[in-house]
């Protein structure tokens, strides 16, 4: 069983910066994908970047340039640093772990959400 607790949410003034982390409890941390996503009001949740095990990463389009996602396995956490904030990326930021394992079956982990809000 795997365990993510979210942190690092809260107000910012736009055009501010935060840095969620996302610590996951387990030992397979490391050798599987991570992803951040997000759910705004009256939104459907959507991706919002993923780092492979590797560290390779992918963003969606509407936070290319603006948000970085980190990981350091040998703390189990992932993070992700947004910078230059909307009002826009208001929402509830989830960390997701899902993965398939050799025997083809499938597990997904969700964190309880952390909320950020840009507002003046």
């Known amino acids: 069983q795997v365990q993510l607790v979210e942190s690092g949410g809260g107000l910012v003034q736009p055009g501010g910066s935060l840095r969620l982390s996302c610590a996951a409890s387990?030992?397979?941390?490391?050798?599987?994908?991570m992803d951040w996503y997000r759910q705004a009001p009256g939104k459907q949740r959507e991706s919002v970047a993923r780092?492979?095990?590797?560290?390779?990463?992918n963003y969606a389009d509407s936070v290319k340039g603006q948000f970085t996602i980190s990981r350091d396995n040998a703390k189990n956490t992932v993070y992700l640093q947004m910078s230059s904030l909307k009002p826009e990326d208001t929402a509830v930021y989830y960390c997701?772990?899902?993965?398939?394992?050799?025997?083809?079956?499938?597990?997904?982990?969700w964190g309880q959400g952390t909320q950020v809000t840009v507002s003046s």
């Open positions: 780092i492979t095990s590797t560290g390779s990463t």
């Open positions: 387990g030992s397979i941390f490391s050798i599987y994908p």
């Open positions: 997701n772990l899902h993965y398939t394992d050799y025997l083809r079956r499938t597990y997904d982990y």
